[in-house]
């Protein structure tokens, strides 16, 4: 079983840059499937951003497309978010999460099984 790690966060000008990293241990990394997830308070979860084992492939959420960038370093067995122009409704906790045997790329919860505790982003205006 993965446990996973976020860090990264903390308050930020609208307009300025954070990158959240997400480190797993206890686990073949490579073999899985990573993603980012946010949740604003009263608000459900919602999709941010995928990367593939090899991290060939990615994928984003149209609000955040151009403006965020997902990656991933199986050697160092983390996952990094690179958030730029950051708005006042990027405001939420992010989280990382990864789907065992994921070959391709997945914007629903329940495809992922592994959750981290989650950072939060606060972007003033």
């Known amino acids: 079983q993965v446990q996973l790690v976020e860090s990264g966060g903390g308050l930020v000008q609208a307009g300025g840059s954070l990158r959240l990293s997400c480190a797993a241990s206890?686990?073949?990394?490579?073999?899985?499937?990573m993603g980012w997830f946010r949740q604003a308070p009263g608000n459900e979860r919602e999709f941010v951003a995928a990367?593939?084992?090899?991290?060939?492939?990615?994928d984003y959420a149209d609000s955040v497309k151009g403006r965020f960038t997902i990656s991933r370093d199986n050697a160092k067995n983390t996952v990094y978010l690179q958030m730029n122009s950051l708005k006042p409704e990027d405001t939420a906790v992010y989280y990382c999460?990864?789907?065992?045997?994921?070959?391709?790329?997945?914007?629903?919860?329940?495809?992922?099984?592994?959750w981290g505790q989650g950072t939060q982003v606060t972007v003033s205006s």
């Open positions: 206890g686990g073949t990394f490579s073999v899985y499937a």
């Open positions: 990367i593939s084992w090899d991290g060939s492939n990615t």
């Open positions: 999460a990864a789907k065992k045997y994921g070959l391709g790329l997945y914007r629903l919860l329940l495809q992922y099984h592994y």
